[in-house]
């Protein structure tokens, strides 16, 4: 019965939001789309928004906002039709900007994210390549994300242990791990507890962490059967099937419960303790915060890594159309993503890190919110590694499509198809096979191509001769990163 309630409640306010900007249509007022879909939380940031219009005097000669914007509906392989249709709504959200903007129906909002304080330098420096395409600024973030382990320090405790430390070795995850599932299901007939949740993203960390990437240095390449990724792959598999420190496949499908959460079944696991931790962020709070039970006391820990610690970066992107006609209006909307205001509606209800760091660094309101304090350090933490070990997944414009062939991988091991080197080969074969296949179709790819393949020869010399190698041969930020950490790069 309160289900319904609140599906009808919902139901109401987008009717009264639908009612209140057809009205608007028809006064004349200029009505720019936003297709974000339609939520109670993008409700109240358009509201927001015309309220932030009114603040700032962008407003015409009635006082009213200057324009309203739309809430429309669509995914990504909807919006992406829409877009090379030329149908596209004026402002296209969940952007994946390495996809989009090849093809042209992105905005190049590069000048103006400069001289406004929307670049990833004045923000979130790794965002870089969540934003950028060809080193020009195509989008600007809504909310982003550093997942990493949520731990339930009360599931601990109750079994007389504390959660793990911010940064832990694998060995020291599998000590760990074993002593709380033998403490956590002593005299039960079978495992009812496990150390964490399903975690399969911990593989490319895991193998960045011993210095190695998807891809080459650029991007021309994968490099999934290194040594790094057959022991990332053969490690995560041990914790699932040998130590069962973690769910197979089999048990997830068996725990599925009836309550919807920003982490599928995983978050009402961690609440009952079935789960001491899951991969999650600071947005796990828009669940936590509205279940009907007594709040659980947190703390945030990094996946279990070797010496370079990282973490995967990611972003909820809003873009200008190319084809809109109101581009104008649709930069002063990027502006309120970066205002105080949007930053504290994104403070106040944990929906991701706030887009513009400014106003979360020194704020008590972000790191210790007032009646949350059972949310211990996962806020602190997880916008310091934002800001220094973060680094997005390598996306190559040579593979477009971005299949998650590591997955694959690790499936194909955990359904017993293949050993973890063959599917990792099976993995890479297929990357470099749609590599092959997407430099043959698109002429505009193949003078680029061959260039960076020389780079990578290039590049390959200099490692077996000791050389630092030149800043500006490198395209994969991983790589950027981790050879200026090991003092092997040539500014």
């Known amino acids: 019965m309160r289900n319904l309630f609140l599906i009808i409640t919902i139901l109401l306010i987008l009717a009264s939001v639908v009612t209140w900007l057809t009205r608007a249509e028809q006064e004349g007022v200029t009505t720019i789309v936003w297709t974000a879909g339609l939520s109670a939380d993008r409700i109240e940031q358009v509201a927001a928004f015309h309220d932030w219009m009114k603040k700032t005097g962008r407003v015409n000669a009635k006082g009213e906002p200057l324009f309203r914007v739309r809430l429309e509906a669509a995914d990504n392989q909807s919006t992406l039709i829409q877009a090379v249709s030329g149908m596209a709504g004026d402002l296209i959200d969940h952007v994946p900007v390495k996809r989009f903007a090849p093809m042209g129906v992105l905005e190049d909002i590069t000048d103006f994210a400069r001289e406004n304080g929307l670049d990833p330098g004045s923000n979130y420096g790794a965002a870089r390549d969540l934003l950028m395409y060809n080193d020009r600024q195509y989008a600007y973030a809504c909310n982003l994300a550093a997942p990493a382990l949520l731990c339930n320090v009360d599931t601990f405790r109750k079994y007389g242990m504390e959660p793990p430390p911010e940064e832990w070795t694998p060995e020291e995850f599998e000590r760990i791990g074993l002593e709380f599932t033998r403490r956590a299901n002593a005299g039960k007939p079978r495992q009812e507890v496990f150390f964490s949740g399903a975690m399969p993203n911990v593989i490319l960390p895991l193998a960045r962490s011993m210095g190695c990437d998807m891809f080459n240095e650029t991007l021309t390449a994968p490099q999934l059967t290194d040594p790094a990724f057959l022991k990332a792959l053969t490690l995560y598999h041990r914790w699932v099937d040998e130590l069962h420190l973690i769910p197979t496949a089999a048990e997830i499908a068996s725990e599925s419960s009836a309550q919807s959460s920003v982490n599928s079944d995983a978050t009402p696991h961690l609440v009952s303790g079935r789960y001491a931790m899951i991969v999650t962020g600071r947005y796990v709070n828009m669940d936590l915060r509205r ?104 996306l190559s414009p040579y593979y477009p499509l971005a299949e998650d062939k590591i997955r694959y991988a690790y499936e194909r091991v955990s359904g017993g198809l293949s050993p973890a080197d063959e599917a990792l080969k099976l993995a890479n074969d297929s990357i470099a096979y749609s590599i092959r296949k997407t430099v043959s179709s698109i002429p505009s790819l193949q003078e680029r191509y061959r260039h960076d393949c020389e780079l990578q020869q290039k590049i390959e010399q200099y490692k077996a001769e000791g050389k630092k190698i030149p800043a500006t041969w490198i395209k994969n930020p991983f790589y950027q990163r981790y050879y200026r950490e090991k003092n092997l790069l040539q500014e």
């Open 291 to 394: 279940f009907k039970t007594e709040p659980i006391n947190l703390s945030f820990s990094q996946y279990p890594e070797y010496e370079f610690k990282n973490l995967v970066f990611i972003s909820r992107n809003t873009a200008i159309f190319k084809g809109s006609k109101h581009k104008d209006f649709a930069k002063i909307f990027l502006l309120f993503l970066a205002s105080r205001e949007y930053n504290e509606l994104l403070i106040r209800s944990s929906d991701g890190l706030p887009p513009n760091p400014r106003w979360a660094e020194n704020n008590p309101e972000y790191h210790h919110p007032a009646g949350h304090e059972n949310e211990g350090n996962l806020h602190t933490n997880e916008l310091k590694w934002a800001r220094t070990i973060a680094l997005p997944e390598s």
